[in-house]
T-cell receptor, first 113, second 115 residues
Framework: DAGVIQSPRHEVTEMGQEVTLRCKPISGHNSLFWYRQTMMRGLELLIYFNNNVPIDDSGMPEDRFSAKMPNASFSTLKIQPSEPRDSAVYFC???????????FGAGTRLSVL | AQSVTQPDIHITVSEGASLELRCNYSYGATPYLFWYVQSPGQGLQLLLKYFSGDTLVQGIKGFEAEFKRSQSSFNLRKPSVHWSDAAEYFCAVGAEETGANNLFFGTGTRLTVIP
């Protein structure tokens, strides 16, 4: 398996623009997680899905952030409108209840100017 | 709720020296414990995990960790550090009933290796 695949790897955008980050989990995994990593706050869980259903979105910072998982092989994290303080590395991870290990993608480095 | 403390923000060791990274967790029941490593510009890679059984677990890249329930610790060790081990290391704790679905990560320890 190719592992968790995130795209794009880098995104540079201007304040106010919409940003969409994409994630393809490992095939067969039924849980998907979105994290944000910054120097100041470390690694923060934003939201996680189980069987394509959002289970815990308490980490989503505000209404500008939204996440979807339309099927078992694809998820998006959208920021609209983006702000400079959203600049961070966003990670996607997936797991299943058998192995009980989260596997991480390589991340998307977002810069909002 | 679970929590994790990694008391060392930054550690510097000489290549070939031994290494121990500290991790203390807070959780009342049986914890699931993990160590991840993050190289610059990369995602987190699992080094090792503890769910149950032998309290000394072996991982990849020559790392091991020991679960000590009495001390609520899960320290990571390596007998001889290589320059390629320079990275950020994260300890994480989960609960048996939720598995990997609800992990709490520490703030990380950055390891610098000097020649």
């Amino acid at each position: 398996d190719a592992g968790v695949i995130q795209s794009p790897r880098h995104e540079v955008t201007e304040m106010g623009q919409e940003v969409t980050l994409r994630c393809k989990p490992i095939s067969g995994h039924n849980s998907l997680f979105w994290y944000r990593q910054t120097m100041m706050r470390g690694l923060e869980l934003l939201i996680y899905f189980n069987n394509n259903v959002p289970i815990d979105d308490s980490g989503m910072p505000e209404d500008r952030f939204s996440a979807k998982m339309p099927n078992a092989s694809f998820s998006t994290l959208k920021i609209q409108p983006s702000e400079p303080r959203d600049s961070a590395v966003y990670f996607c991870a997936s797991s299943d209840r058998v192995v009980n290990i989260q596997y991480f993608g390589a991340g998307t480095r977002l810069s909002v100017l | 709720a679970q929590s994790v403390t990694q008391p060392d923000i930054h550690i510097t060791v000489s290549e070939g020296a031994s290494l121990e990274l500290r991790c203390n967790y807070s959780y009342g029941a049986t914890p699931y414990l993990f160590w991840y490593v993050q190289s610059p510009g990369q995602g987190l890679q699992l080094l090792l995990k503890y769910f149950s059984g032998d309290t000394l677990v072996q991982g990849i890249k020559g790392f091991e960790a020991e679960f000590k329930r009495s001390q609520s610790s899960f320290n990571l060790r390596k007998p001889s550090v290589h320059w390629s081990d320079a990275a950020e290391y994260f300890c994480a704790v989960g609960a048996e009933e939720t598995g990997a679905n609800n992990l709490f990560f520490g703030t990380g320890t950055r390891l610098t290796v000097i020649p």
